[in-house]
Each structure stands twice: as C-alpha cells, then as structure tokens.
C-alpha cells in the first residue's frame, strides 16, 4: 500500500488529501475563497496567496485526520506546482517541500492540467477507483484551460488541441457578469440555464476551420454581450451601451443562460468528435473518453458526454463531483504514477506559472 499526501494551491482553493495507490481517496479536504473574492467578480492574486498562508496548516491537519493516519505512515508528498499563480504555487510548493525534507519522503511536482486527467480515476472506499481503458481521449475544461489530448496512459499524454482565447471556464464567469448571477459564476449560469430556452437565441459555435481541434470561447462571450446589451457607441471608456443586464426579466436572463450554455457545450462537443475521428484516422480508435476540470461539473456536458461516448464504442469516465473543482486528491492520485515511474524531485522543484503541455 502506498499512501501519498497531495497540496494543492495553485488558485483560489487551498486542499490537502491523502490517496491509497493512487485511487482510492482516505481524505480530501478543500477550503475555498469564494467568499474572499465574490466582491471582485474574480481572483485576486494577492489575497489568493494570503488566504493560502492562513489556511494550508489546518487544511492539512484536517486531512491527516480525517485519513486517520500519521506523518510518519506517508510514503511521498505531492503538490501542484504548474500552472496557476506564482504567489498562491510558491506557498503549496514550499510547504510541500518542508514536509519532505524533514520527513525524509519523496518530493514529485505535478503539472496541475495533466493531474485533471486522473480525478476521473478516484474513488472514495469501499468503492473501487475507476480503470480507464487506453487508447483514451481526454478533454481538460476548467477556468484556465481547454485541452484536448491522445493518452496512451496516464502519464502519456499528446496535445490535439487547445483554445486560443478565453478557456471555458473563463468565458462561463465572464458570461455570469453579463447577466448579472455574481460570482462564482459557472455554477450559477449552469443553475439558471435548466430553466431558460436554449433555442431562444442563436449564439455563435466556433469551430475554427473543418479540421482545427483548437477552442475559442471569445467570440461567444461577445456575442452574449452585445444580445445583453446592444452594440456600443464609442469605444473604450467612453463606449456606451444601449441598455444593461438590469433591464432583463428572469424569463429573458434564464433564456440567455441556457442559449449560451447550449453553444459552449455544442462547441465542446464538436471538437470531440473531430478529435475521436483523427485518432481512428491514425489507427488509434480511442476506446474511453476521460474528461477532467472544473466544467466537467457542469450538467449539461456531462449528459452530452455520457450520450455520446457509447454509440461511438467509448467508455465515458467522468470524475465524481467532489474531484471536478481544483483539489488535492488529483494531485496525489497523478503523483503515485510518477512515483511507480521514478520520476521524483529534488528540493529545487520550483513554482511555474506556465503548464508544461
């Protein structure tokens, strides 16, 4: 049995887990900071990286405790050190390497996209973890990324494609400011989208080219503002809008929600089918779909993905709900097949703004 304590930090969620052999989750704990940035509609790097501080020591306590298991029954210390803000990855990543050093364990960084990959492999005991089979498509879509990948296995992993603009995430929050629904805004647009028409207004799905397997959001953002609002007159600051979100009703606010929903899961699921046919082309017909990240909460994707994958000979693995958020469990469960590949680090193991697809 092998346990592994993950750290994550690379956001606005300060968690701290401990996995058994890479799937099975003894403890996940996350502390979140909605409340600490609702105010500014968005993260605030600085008071990110202060709220880490304040919060990473009883996060992990609470973990240990909860996994009824003590520092000296650890075999690795992971945590998240690309991609994400430097402040909030340099305070996970110096903790974590605290732990190791006096623990006398192995230290593994873990790209933070690729370990959304493996989320959809953990499970919470008596359950068993989920075993994907390979070749597999994977999809990333969280605030920051939109990646689609070829995986020969969980450490094999090839770009297809990526977006160019706005990831999904990101154009669901700033879709949520649109229409007024606060922060955070992605959970709240997929609440109201159930109750609007998706066919009230025809939002734009980009597709960039027949054979392109990149995203781009931003144009679907804008054309959501300009139904909202109107074209401006002007520019920049002295832009002014025909009208605002406050002039909406909730019948039209909902109908907006769900039409833009509607053409950002279109989008998704466009490019995932141009993907699956490019692998089949390259005589590697995937045989599983995994998706991972913050969106794959979202209702509207997962019914769609679990709609399509079988009739294409797909097995759809998607993470439970409690693994699609930013959380520490993925990065200890990504980190123990780095571990069985001997692919650990050294104490200069550094915080890295940038991922390393």
């Known amino acids: 049995m092998t346990l592994i304590l993950g750290l994550e930090t690379s956001c606005d969620e300060t968690a701290a887990a401990v996995v058994e052999d890479g799937g099975r989750v003894r403890a996940n704990v996350i502390s979140a900071q909605h409340d600490l940035h609702e105010r500014y509609r968005g993260v605030v790097p600085e008071i990110a990286s202060r709220a880490h501080l304040e919060r990473l020591t009883p996060v992990l306590r609470d973990a240990l405790d909860r996994a009824g298991v003590g520092f000296e029954q650890l075999d690795a210390i992971a945590v998240g050190n690309r991609p994400g803000l430097i402040g909030s990855l340099i305070v996970g990543v110096s903790a974590a390497k605290a732990l190791a050093w006096s623990l006398d364990r192995p230290l593994i960084g873990v790209d933070h996209v690729q370990a959304h990959l493996s989320a959809a492999g953990l499970a919470q005991p008596p359950a068993d973890p989920p075993r994907p089979a390979f070749p597999a498509l994977g999809l990333v879509v969280s605030g920051g990324h939109t990646s689609l990948y070829d995986m020969d296995a969980p450490l094999e992993q090839t770009l297809l494609g990526r977006t160019i603009d706005d990831a999904v995430g990101e154009a669901y929050d700033k879709a949520a400011v649109i229409l007024g629904l606060g922060y955070p805004g992605g959970p709240r647009l997929d609440r109201l989208a159930a109750q609007g028409d998706p066919r009230a207004h025809d939002l734009p799905r980009s597709t960039l080219g027949p054979d392109s397997l990149d995203f781009s959001f931003s144009g679907l953002k804008t054309a959501l503002l300009y139904t909202v609002r109107g074209h401006p007159r002007g520019r920049g600051r002295d832009a002014v809008f025909e009208r605002s979100a406050d002039d909406l009703t909730d019948a039209q606010r909902a109908d907006l929600a769900a039409s833009f929903q509607a053409a950002a899961i279109d989008a998704v699921m466009i490019k995932l089918e141009r993907a699956r046919r490019r692998m089949v082309g390259n005589g590697r017909p995937p045989r599983s779909l995994i998706i991972g990240g913050g969106v794959s909460a979202n209702s509207l994707l997962r019914r769609r993905a679990a709609e399509w994958g079988p009739p294409q000979g797909l097995d759809v693995f998607l993470p439970d709900m409690a ?35």
Do not use: K, Q, T
Not at 331 to 347: C, Q, S
């Open 323 to 357: 693994y699609c958020m930013d959380n520490a469990a993925m990065i200890a469960g990504h980190a123990f097949h780095l571990l069985e590949a001997g692919r650990v680090d050294d104490l200069h193991l550094p915080a890295v703004a940038s991922s390393s697809e």
